[in-house]
């Protein structure tokens, strides 16, 4: 046991060495762009609440009701007694709105993905993913029997050479819609053509997507239908601002989970009171559509004067907007020399990203102002100038 121990400090002293070791910090305020952070009052820019949901107070106002309605534990699983009619409600409003046969709840997107993949794919058949997707389906395709492959980051001739090889068996192909780290979207049109032509199924994991892209919030597979998508995933704890995920597909595709998918199975259901604070975001999410406007002023006055400045932005169009750093220790300088002005941005390291793509990512919410964008641009210049 000790020498177990030794181990596990090795490794943490190589991580400290390595400028990769993370650390939390606590918030001492509810999730805005103006938090409270030990004790600091620091402007945010690296949070995943987009359309600043996540302190709404009608949003808040609908949870307490519910729990006054529900109480506050679920107590056990959907399959048992832990499927409420507020969860049912809400998987048919979130069904209705995407246009899709039925949606099933998860607790996390992490569960989802982990869920479906492993529900959906077994022994003998071809699993094929982005190398950038989120390390949840990584794991899911790792956790699932089924021969993993990966192609190159939305590289779809790559793809399409990789499925030409397998003309029998199952075939699956899995994207994020918008990349995490990245902050663009997948080629969803091409992705499409090449599982109809190679009679593959498509899923989207579309966390960073949903609430912000398409028609009424609809995300990246807004327009294209059930037959193009089969399988669509999305979270509800980043512009959705509660908590929480979904499943979205057939009717056979939702039974197939209920049956099948062991994270959700076996473990007990979120609260009614979430189902219902859910609810009431997805009228707001629907209803605002100067949430996803404001977010599409921010983002270009911010790409324009990063433009200007020359800041080594990577190409987005969503409000994840990487700016490069190259190797941990720089992205931590930078991050470390913002925090000193009072903004908030995190620094992302391997192995979140790969090798030499360490970088700040930088998030936008809807309720940042054309202010709080200068005194970030302007906070990013110092630090440049310095830093040469």
């Known amino acids: 046991m000790n020498d177990f121990h030794e181990q596990l400090m090795l490794r943490l002293q190589h991580q400290r060495e390595k400028n990769l070791y993370r ?3 606590v918030i001492d305020s509810p999730q805005q762009v103006e938090l409270l952070s030990d004790g600091k009052a620091l402007l945010s820019f690296c949070s995943n609440d987009y359309l600043g949901l996540a302190n709404h107070p009608d949003i808040a106002r609908a949870m307490k009701r519910a729990i006054d309605r529900w109480g506050i534990g679920s107590g056990a699983a959907h399959l048992i007694t832990g499927h409420t009619a507020a969860h ?5 409003e979130l069904a209705e709105w995407l246009g899709r046969e039925r949606a099933l709840l998860f607790s996390t997107g992490y569960m989802a993905n982990i869920g479906a993949i492993s529900a959906l794919m077994g022994r003998g058949d071809q699993l094929f993913e982005d190398r950038l997707n989120h390390a949840s389906l990584i794991d899911g395709g790792l956790a699932s029997a089924a021969a993993f492959h990966r192609y190159q980051h939305a590289d779809t001739e790559m793809l399409d050479e990789q499925l030409r090889a397998f003309e029998s068996g199952n075939c699956m192909v899995i994207s994020d819609g918008v990349f995490s780290m990245d902050g663009d979207i997948a080629p969803l049109p091409q ?6 032509q190679h009679d593959a199924l498509l899923m989207i994991d579309d966390a960073h997507g949903i609430g912000v892209l398409g028609e009424q919030g609809r995300g990246c597979c807004s327009g294209y239908t059930q037959q193009q998508v089969p399988v669509l995933m999305a979270t509800l704890g980043k512009a959705f601002g509660v908590f929480g995920a979904f499943v979205a ?5 939702i039974e197939t989970l209920i049956q099948d998918a062991r994270s959700w199975v076996y473990t007990t259901a979120p609260p009614a009171a979430m189902a219902e ?3 009431e975001a997805l009228k707001i999410v629907i209803r605002d559509e100067w949430r996803r406007e404001q977010l599409r002023l921010l983002i270009s006055r911010f790409r324009q004067g990063a433009g200007q400045l020359g800041l080594p932005l990577m190409p987005s169009e969503t409000p994840i907007q990487p700016l490069v750093a190259g190797d941990a220790d720089r992205a931590l300088r ?8 009072g903004i908030l941005v995190t620094a992302i390291r391997p192995p979140t990203v790969p090798q030499g793509g360490a970088r700040l990512r930088i998030t936008f919410s809807a309720t940042h102002t054309a202010v709080h ?3 970030l641009l302007d906070a990013l210049d110092q630090i440049q100038r310095r830093d040469h």
């Open 249 to 253: 597909g057939s009717e056979t595709l």
């Open 88 to 92: 049912h409600a809400l998987e048919e």
């Open 334 to 341: 930078w991050s470390h020399a913002l925090e000193q002005r």
């Open 277 to 279: 604070a859910l609810r």
């Open 191 to 196: 992705l499409a053509t090449c599982c109809e």
């Open 373 to 375: 964008v200068d005194q």
């Open 23 to 25: 650390q939390r910090r």
